[in-house]
Structure formats: C-alpha cells, structure tokens
C-alpha cells in the first residue's frame, strides 16, 4: 500500500496551490475522463480527453462523453476552458507543462496503475482534488468489492492483443487475471511486462485460456486468423476480451473483473 501511495500521482508546484473547493476541471487523460465521471459534479468538468469521443478508445459511454467539450490536449485549447485544475497522466508534452505553469493553473499527473489498490488509491486521490472525497470512497470501495481474488484453483490463461502483444506480471490486466481465478502464462514464456509473444510459442505451450482482443475489436486479425490458431481454438478456450478493458483501471476495473469472471465460470473446475 505505501508503494500504491507513492504512485498516486505527480503535481506541478504552484506559488498558489489553493484550489476552490470545487475547482473547474479538465482532464487531458481517458482513464481520469472515466473516474471524473463518478466523482465530480458534472458543472465542474470542463473538458475531457478527445479520446473518450472516440469509440475505439473510450473507457465510457460516448453519450456520456459528448456532452462535454473535448480537446486534444494542447496548452492553448486547455487554457482556453479556463480550469482551476488539470488532471492528466503520466506522459504530457513538457511544452504543454510549461505553459499551464506560466498560466498558474494546477497539474496533477497520474501514472498507469499496475494493481488494483494502486488504482483504488489513484480514485481516492482524484476525488479528493476534485472535492469529492466521500464519493471517492465509495467508488475505491466498488472497485474492491469487484476485485476480490476468487477462491478457486488458477486455470492457466493468457491475454493476447492484435500483433501478438502481451500484458506480463507486473501490469494491471495480470493482477485481475489472477483475481479472477486464473495463472498469467505471459512468465513462462519468459515474457517481460508488455511483450510479443510469437504464434509459434503460443501454438506450441497454449495456455488452457487464451483472452483475445482482437476476436472482441474486429473479429479477427493476422494472428487470430492464422490457421494454427484456428486450429488451436479447437483444443483450448479462446475467449473474446475488448481492448477497452486493457486501457485503463478505475471504474474500468468493474467490467473487466465481470468479463473475466464470466470466462471463468465457464471453463469449470
């Protein structure tokens, strides 16, 4: 947990850090769009990430998104909605830094969580600027609730994105496959944090579950088409597993821990 609070988040400093008690907000990040949707008031967001307009990428509804401004995330765009506060992730231009300080509005940069209390920890902070600590609370709470490890006996799984991408131990999706009741294969292939694994490996040591994106996105790719795969999919379950639910924790946690659960349940004991 003190590890967890350390990666909260970043903030620039200010000669005048006070913020109103409901500070105007915009957020450059769709992972902080998705928490600011639970804990902020509406009249307090006045912009979100562009990306949460974007079906592709959003980690909330798009009739939810559109009903606010959204900006790519330039200084001038931000500047322009006039916040108190901008909250964004980790990687932000440092030209964009540089004149949101020389404007003396407030950053808060959040980093991507790899665990669960990690992001619950992140939620709670982010309320917490946005004046809303208790709803932070509840929705850390949530998120635990749909978090908590199944009592069951791991079944070997992995997930695998479009090109052969893999989320290893150390990263979020592998913390809520392990919640879920399954064994991150990505370490026996040897594989790193994010890493490719290549069809041949997977073909020849195929995880009992394989968690596929791009048979969720698009419904197939190179890869998933590949008649090896096919042919694989015979012998193990290949389940689908939308890339928005790799994206972001927060709120996202919720459905993610849903889906995974429902995949689990039907492969049995």
Known sequence: MIRALALVAAVVPLASATLPRAPRIVSINPCVDAVLMQVADPRQIAGISHYSQDARATSIPLAQARRFMATSGTAEEVVALAPDLVLTGAHVAPATIAA???MRIRIVQYPVPDTVEESEAQVRDIARVVGHAARGEALAGRIAAAARPAAVT??????????????????????LLRRAGFRDMSAVYGLKKWDVLPLEYLVARPPRVLLSTAAADVGDDRMTSHPAVRRLARRITVAAYPT???????????????????????VGA
């Open 100 to 102: 949101l300080t020389r």
């Open 154 to 175: 791991p079944v070997p799984a992995l997930i695998w994105q479009s090109g052969g991408l893999v989320p290893g131990t150390g990263t979020l999706p592998a913390d």
């Open 244 to 266: 928005w639910l790799m994206n972001c924790g927060g709120p996202t946690i919720i459905a993610a821990m849903a889906r995974l659960r429902q995949v689990r349940q039907g």
